[in-house]
C-alpha cells in the first residue's frame, strides 16, 4: 500500500454564543475568511457558489477555486478547493456541521481533508474555529451594544 498517497484529515468542533442562523449567514460568507483562517490571503466572489482564493499551504503561494457543493440551510456545508482556475487538481475538502443548541447558542464541526500532507491541520482547524467563534460573537456583541449606545 506504499503507493496510495498520504491524506491529511483533521476535525474540530466548538460552541458559538450565537443562534444557529447568524451562525450558517456568517459562514457562507466565504470572503471573509482571511478574517478567521490565516492560510487564506484573498478571495473574491464569482457567484454564489464560487470564489477564487489565494492561499498559503506548508509556505507555499497557492491560488485555486473554492466551490461549494451542497448547502443544507443552518445544517451543512460542503465544499471543495481545486488549484487553479479550471483544472481539477484537488487540493481539499470541508463539511462544516451546525447543531442549534437549547440555549440559542451554535455547535459547529469542522472537518478538513487534503491528499497533500499539511503541516499541523489539526492545530490550523482548532485555531480557525476559536477565530471564528470570536468573530461571530465580537459581531454579535456590537450589535447588542450598538443600540444603547445610540
Same mark, same amino acid.
Given at each position: 500500500?506504499?503507493?496510495?498517497?498520504?491524506?491529511?484529515?483533521?476535525?474540530?468542533?466548538?460552541?458559538?454564543?450565537?443562534?444557529?442562523?447568524?451562525?450558517?449567514?456568517?459562514?457562507?460568507?466565504?470572503?471573509?475568511?482571511?478574517?478567521?483562517?490565516?492560510?487564506?490571503?484573498?478571495?473574491?466572489?464569482?457567484?454564489?457558489?464560487?470564489?477564487?482564493?489565494?492561499?498559503?499551504?506548508?509556505?507555499?503561494?497557492?491560488?485555486?477555486?473554492?466551490?461549494?457543493?451542497?448547502?443544507?440551510?443552518?445544517?451543512?456545508?460542503?465544499?471543495?478547493?481545486?488549484?487553479?482556475?479550471?483544472?481539477?487538481?484537488?487540493?481539499?475538502?470541508? $463539511?462544516? /456541521?451546525? *447543531?442549534?443548541?437549547? @440555549?440559542? +447558542?451554535? #455547535? !459547529? =464541526?469542522?472537518? $478538513?481533508? /487534503?491528499? *497533500?500532507?499539511?503541516? @499541523?491541520? +489539526?492545530? #490550523? !482547524? =482548532?485555531?480557525?474555529?476559536?477565530?471564528?467563534?470570536?468573530?461571530?460573537?465580537?459581531?454579535? #456583541?456590537?450589535?447588542?451594544?450598538?443600540?444603547?449606545?445610540?
Amino acid at each position: 500500500m506504499s503507493g496510495e498517497p498520504k491524506m491529511s484529515t483533521a476535525q474540530g468542533s466548538i460552541l458559538v454564543k450565537a443562534p444557529i442562523g447568524s451562525v450558517y449567514r456568517r459562514c457562507l460568507r466565504f470572503e471573509d475568511s482571511p478574517q478567521f483562517i490565516t492560510a487564506v490571503k484573498e478571495v473574491e466572489k464569482l457567484d454564489a457558489n464560487h470564489f477564487s482564493m489565494a492561499v498559503t499551504c506548508n509556505g507555499k503561494r497557492m491560488e485555486g477555486l473554492l466551490e461549494i457543493m451542497l448547502r443544507v440551510p443552518e445544517r451543512r456545508l460542503t465544499w471543495r478547493l481545486v488549484a487553479g482556475k479550471s483544472r481539477c487538481d484537488h487540493v481539499a475538502t470541508g $463539511v462544516t /456541521s451546525f *447543531t442549534s443548541q437549547s @440555549d440559542r +447558542s451554535t #455547535r !459547529v =464541526h469542522l472537518k $478538513v481533508s /487534503s491528499p *497533500t500532507v499539511v503541516d @499541523d491541520l +489539526s492545530d #490550523r !482547524v =482548532h485555531q480557525y474555529l476559536r477565530n471564528f467563534k470570536r468573530l461571530v460573537e465580537d459581531r454579535a #456583541r456590537r450589535k447588542r451594544v450598538a443600540p444603547r449606545e445610540a
